[in-house]
C-alpha cells in the first residue's frame, strides 16, 4: 500500500450524489486520509507524493455487487460444471472471476453460496495479498432443505438442531453471512418449485437466532410470496430476488408485506442478471414486463434496494455490474440513487459501514472513470483506476 494523492474533475462521495467539483483524494496505506476541492488537498499532500489526476472524469466509491455466485462460472449448466469439477480448480476459475470483478471497478462483493468453504479460501488468499481481488464477504455453505435448491452443496438441513448446526459451521469457517433458501430455486431439477416454501416461518426464526449468536446476518433467498412473508417475519437482514411469485407464475404483490419490508429495514437485492434484456426477448416482453413491474412497484413504495447480478448463473456475466444498474435506470430510478445502491446502501445493508463513501476514515476503495455517471451511467464502464484498500489495481 502506498500513499498517493488522485485528483478529477469531480469527486462524488456520496450518498444522493454528492460530489465535490475539481477535488481531490489523499490516501494513506489503506484508508482515505482527506478529500476535498483540488487546491486544498493539494497543501495536505507531501512534496514528491505520487500523484494521478483524472481529466474529463470522476472518482467515485467502489462498487458492490451484492448477490454473486463465484463458484459458477456463468455458462449453460453452471451447477453441473461446478458439480463435475474438483475443488482446487473450482478455486481457479473462482480467482479469475474475482479479478474480472475488480477490473470492471466492484470492490466489494457478497458471495451467497459454493461448498466447502471455497469462497471463504479465496477472501483469505485475497486478504493476505497473495491473490488480487474484491474484499469478498461469504456465506459458505447456503442451508436449504432436503432436495431442496442447490443441495449439492452440502447444506440439506431437516429440524431446529440440524439448522443450528449448519449456522454454527458456517461461523466457524468465516462466514460474514447466513444464507438459507426459503423457496425453491429455478437451477435445481427436481427440486421444491421456485415459488414454493421450503422453511417454515419458526425455522427461518430459528436461523435468525442461531446467526445472531455468532454475530451475522442472514440473507434469504425467496421467490414466492408466503416465502418473503416468513422471512421478514422472521427478521431476516435482505431478501434475494423478492419476485412475489405464487403457484403457477402469477404474482401477489402485497402493499402491506412491502410496507413492513421497509419499516424493518429490510433490504432487497433483486439480484438480476446483466443479461436482463436478453431475458426479456426469451420470455417475451409482456411477461417480462409483468416481473419487472413488481420490481418498480417495490421502489415506487420506496422499499430498501441494492445493487446484484447473481453472477455466475447462467448468462450473468461477472463484469456486467454496469448493465445491471441500467436496468434500475429503466425502472425510472434517479442515476444518484442507483449509484447510492452499489455503495452507500450496498455497504449499509451488508454491515460494511467502513466503506461505500468517499470520506475521511473510509476504507480507500476508489474507483475512476471517464465521464460522469450522475449523468450516463455507461461512464461506469470507462473504468481509469480502481483501487481496492489502498491498493492501485489498474
Not at 474529463?56 to 455487487?65: A, F, K
Not at 413492513?260 to 429490510?266: C, P, T
Request: hydrophobic fraction near 40%; charged fraction near 20%.
Amino acid at each position: 500500500m502506498t500513499d498517493a494523492l488522485f485528483t478529477a474533475d469531480q469527486v462524488i462521495t456520496g450518498p444522493n450524489g454528492a460530489r465535490i467539483t475539481d477535488g481531490a483524494v489523499l490516501v494513506r496505506g489503506d484508508r482515505i486520509a482527506a478529500v476535498g476541492p483540488r487546491e486544498e488537498i493539494e497543501r495536505l499532500a507531501p512534496e514528491g507524493l505520487p500523484a494521478r489526476s483524472v481529466p474529463h472524469g470522476t472518482l467515485l466509491p467502489g462498487l458492490i455487487d451484492s448477490h454473486v455466485h463465484l463458484i459458477f462460472d456463468g455458462g449453460a449448466n453452471p451447477l453441473e460444471v461446478a458439480q463435475q469439477t474438483a475443488d482446487e480448480e473450482l478455486l481457479e476459475g473462482m480467482a479469475d472471476r474475482a479479478q474480472q470483478l475488480l477490473h470492471s471497478g466492484v470492490t466489494t462483493v457478497r458471495d451467497l453460496g459454493d461448498r466447502n468453504g471455497l469462497a471463504i479460501r479465496l477472501r483469505d488468499a485475497i486478504t493476505n495479498g497473495a491473490l488480487p481481488g474484491p474484499r469478498i464477504l461469504s456465506s459458505a455453505t447456503p442451508l436449504t432443505s432436503p432436495g431442496g435448491h442447490l443441495h449439492v452443496f452440502g447444506g440439506e438441513v431437516t429440524g431446529q438442531d440440524a439448522i443450528r448446526t449448519m449456522v454454527r459451521r458456517n461461523a466457524d469457517l468465516g462466514a460474514e453471512v447466513i444464507k438459507v433458501m426459503a423457496t425453491g430455486g429455478g437451477m435445481t431439477k427436481g427440486g421444491p418449485a421456485i415459488w414454493q416454501n421450503q422453511f417454515t416461518e419458526h425455522e427461518l426464526s430459528v436461523v435468525v437466532d442461531e446467526a445472531a449468536r455468532h454475530g451475522l446476518p442472514v440473507a434469504v433467498h425467496a421467490h414466492g410470496t408466503d416465502g418473503i412473508a416468513a422471512a421478514v417475519r422472521a427478521g431476516v437482514a435482505t431478501i434475494e430476488h423478492c419476485t412475489w411469485m405464487t403457484e403457477g407464475g402469477e404474482f401477489d404483490l402485497r402493499e402491506d408485506l412491502a410496507t413492513q419490508i421497509k419499516s424493518q429495514g429490510v433490504s432487497v437485492c433483486t439480484a438480476t442478471s446483466p443479461n436482463w434484456r436478453g431475458f426479456a426477448e426469451r420470455v417475451g416482453q409482456e411477461r417480462a414486463e409483468y416481473l419487472f413491474g413488481s420490481m418498480r412497484w417495490m421502489a415506487d413504495l420506496g422499499v430498501p434496494m441494492i445493487a446484484g447480478t447473481d453472477a455466475g448463473v447462467t448468462r450473468a456475466v461477472f463484469d456486467g455490474l454496469v448493465n445491471t444498474l441500467e436496468f434500475y435506470e429503466y425502472l425510472g430510478l434517479s442515476n444518484a440513487k442507483i449509484l447510492d445502491m452499489a455503495t452507500t446502501d450496498a455497504a449499509q445493508a451488508l454491515g460494511i459501514t467502513g466503506t461505500g463513501r468517499i470520506a475521511e476514515g473510509q476504507r480507500a476503495d476508489i474507483i475512476a472513470v471517464d465521464g460522469d455517471p450522475l449523468v450516463d451511467l455507461g461512464a461506469l464502464r470507462n473504468i481509469c483506476l480502481v483501487i481496492a484498500g489502498g491498493e492501485r489495481i489498474r
